[in-house]
């Protein structure tokens, strides 16, 4: 299909948005990619199109993981989403996601628990890792504190956060910790790997093929080509597609978007986990970018997107 006329507008408007010259340092980089990300979602959205939950309350997980909680309007027991932002793993935060948490927590009924977990280049692989799975098991240590209903535990995020969730929803089931779903939305899951996206959508469509592995040097600190980078390329805590079983995981909800250099690695993991037996809600969209979800405001079609994403995760909840 045609690339969606309201995002083609978009990828336009953020055209000239661009500075004249690119950084000259991977530090005016990072502050570069930072700054795009909340112009993107905080700046230039109307606050208006932000969706009202019961309350949103600031906390801290685990002794040191700032958090914010949103809470619907329902009477508990409810079914707690802990959320793994995107941004590369470079940028993105509470604030930028903060639009995404509403939307989920207004759709599903849930108490959505937000995470600022540490990012790169400050804090290199695996402190990503560690900080979403200590999330997870300190909210299900402490479920009575969120939704209280231990059967409708979920993990989920988009983009960097969306791996993130993969790994962790693999370490749940290794460590026997229950989780109803998991939510991934275009996530990277082989991203030392060659598929006919990387290179169908290397240019024009938000994030760009250069700009995805400038994101792993930042998260990796290597080169790709450096031997401990392409080693890395097979561990499943950075590539969980690479995991030797996928056998028993929590059902899944499986986002991707046809104009994405993550397109096909997604949809291949959304394969794997149906060859393996897990029960798998999985659609591309096509006219879509990554990014996508949150852009309801922006796109009819993310709109219609973001709605099918959440009413998939809510049937497999129950």
């Not at 700054?35 to 993107?40: A, D, E, V």
């Not at 700046?43 to 993981?65: F, I, K, M, N």
């Not at 231990?150 to 993969?166: E, K, P, Q």
Request: charged residues 20%.
């Amino acid at each position: 299909m045609p690339l969606d006329p309201h995002i083609a507008a978009l990828l336009r408007a953020l055209a000239d948005l661009e500075a004249p010259e690119s950084p000259k340092t991977d530090e005016q980089a990072v502050a570069q990619a930072r700054s795009r990300l909340r112009t993107l979602t905080v700046d230039q959205r109307d606050p208006a199109t932000v969706r009202e939950v019961a309350s949103v309350t600031s906390t801290v997980l685990a002794g040191y993981l700032p958090a914010r909680v949103y809470r619907p309007d329902a009477v508990a027991p409810l079914p707690t989403v802990v959320y793994l932002h995107g941004g590369g793993w470079v940028a993105g935060g509470l604030d930028t996601h903060d639009a995404h948490a509403r939307t989920l927590c207004d759709d599903l009924r849930a108490v959505v628990v937000s995470v600022d977990y540490r990012l790169a280049p400050e804090h290199r692989f695996p402190a990503a890792v560690d900080d979403a799975y200590t999330a997870l098991t300190w909210v299900a240590q402490h479920l009575d504190d969120f939704g209280g209903d231990a059967s409708r535990l979920v993990i989920g995020g988009d983009s960097a956060g969306a791996t993130l969730s993969a790994v962790c929803a693999q370490q749940a089931h290794a460590d026997g910790l229950p989780l109803a779903a998991h939510l991934l939305v275009y996530p990277s899951t082989d991203i030392t790997g060659t598929y006919p996206s990387r290179t169908e959508n290397a240019e024009g469509y938000s994030l760009t093929t250069a700009q995805l592995h400038w994101f792993v040097e930042q998260y990796l600190g290597l080169s790709r080509s450096d031997p401990a980078a392409v080693r890395l390329g097979t561990d499943p805590r950075f590539a969980p597609l690479r995991a030797e079983r996928l056998s028993g995981l929590a059902p899944a909800v499986v986002a991707t978007a046809e104009f994405d250099p993550l397109r096909d690695e997604g949809n291949r993991y959304a394969d794997a986990l149906r060859d393996a037996g897990v029960r798998v809600e999985h659609r591309e969209f096509d006219g879509l970018i990554h990014g996508f979800y949150g852009m309801d405001h922006l796109s009819p079609a993310a709109g219609e997107a973001t709605a099918w994403i959440n009413t998939a995760l809510k049937r497999l909840i129950g």
